[in-house]
Structure formats: structure tokens, C-alpha cells
């Protein structure tokens, strides 16, 4: 029967664990960069998102003596509309009163 020398039986052992170790280690280091690209996507749309934001606020503040960049900045920033044909526009009061009590 054919004996390895103890030495030798130590080494592939050694080198079977770095294997499986590197191994290991590669199948890990796989799901750290997917998480890591994903993120990176993210960030870009984010990035592309505020860049669009950023124009329009430019573009409001170059512009901002037209009546339709005040009229759009009455509506969705202060939650005003243009009184015209066609438009109903509701008056909230509230006088701080408490009818249940």
C-alpha cells in the first residue's frame, strides 16, 4: 500500500484549506460588489434627480418676473390657484374653535 509522507499529507491539507478559504472568500467578495454596484446605481439616479431639481429651481430664479413661474410657484409651493373661468376656489377658516367641547 502506498504511504505519503507526513509532510507531504500536511501540505495538500494546507493547500486544500487556502483553496476552500479563497473560495469561500470570492463567493463573498461577489455579493459585496453586487450590493456595491446597486448602491452606486442608486446614488446615480439620485444625482440625476437632483440635477433635474436643481435646473428648474435655476430656471425659476432666471425667470422669476414671468407671471407663469409666480403662477407655478403660487400653486405648488404655496398651495395658491389662479382665480379664472373655471376655477372653484375653497376658503379654509379655521377660527380655533372646539365645537366638541
Request: proline share 2%; no cysteine.
Amino acid at each position: 500500500m502506498f504511504r505519503l509522507p507526513r509532510s507531504k499529507l500536511i501540505t495538500k491539507i494546507i493547500v486544500f484549506a487556502l483553496i476552500v478559504y479563497a473560495g469561500i472568500s470570492l463567493i463573498t467578495l461577489r455579493g459585496q460588489i453586487e450590493a456595491e454596484n446597486n448602491e452606486v446605481h442608486d446614488l446615480r439616479r439620485a444625482v440625476v434627480e437632483q440635477e433635474i431639481a436643481n435646473s428648474q429651481l435655476e430656471y425659476d430664479i432666471l425667470h422669476h418676473d414671468t407671471s407663469a413661474v409666480r403662477a407655478n410657484i403660487a400653486r405648488n409651493n404655496l398651495g395658491l390657484v389662479p382665480s379664472g373661468d373655471g376655477d372653484i376656489v375653497l376658503i379654509e377658516v379655521d377660527h380655533g374653535f372646539d365645537l366638541e367641547n
